[in-house]
């Protein structure tokens, strides 16, 4: 059974900096490729960042590229979120997912099978 257990959120004024962590369990991660989705209230689910395990690609979404950065770290199975100059549009709960067919789709959150918990991130102005 995967297991995805995000940590790292709070609360952070503006051009601030946090970084989210996701660890992994439960299974192989190799051919998995690893998102980051956040949600505001009243808002959809939206895509932030994906990184795939085997090869390091990665891929952001237009509203936080150049300011957050995803990476994996193999040996700990964990999955961290970077997030420097913080706005308050950021604040939103995060959440870790993996898709374990690493689909080209990966902005669609169907694509992914498994979700942690959520953290919340919240930017004050």
């Known amino acids: 059974q995967v297991q995805l257990v995000e940590s790292g959120g709070g609360l952070v004024q503006v051009g601030g900096s946090l970084r989210l962590s996701c660890a992994a369990s439960?299974?192989?991660?190799?051919?998995?490729?690893m998102g980051w989705f956040r949600q505001a209230p009243g808002k959809e689910r939206e895509f932030v960042a994906v990184?795939?395990?085997?090869?390091?690609?990665?891929y952001y979404s237009d509203s936080v590229k150049g300011r957050f950065t995803i990476s994996r770290d193999n040996a700990k199975n964990t999955v961290y979120l970077q997030m420097n100059s913080l706005k308050p549009d950021d604040t939103a709960l995060y959440y870790c997912?993996?898709?374990?067919?690493?689909?080209?789709?990966?902005?669609?959150?169907?694509?992914?099978?498994?979700w942690g918990q959520g953290t919340q991130v919240t930017v004050s102005s």
């Open positions: 439960g299974r192989t991660f190799n051919s998995y490729a």
């Open positions: 990184v795939s395990w085997s090869s390091g690609r990665t």
């Open positions: 997912a993996a898709d374990p067919k690493a689909s080209p789709l990966y902005w669609r959150s169907g694509k992914y099978d498994y």
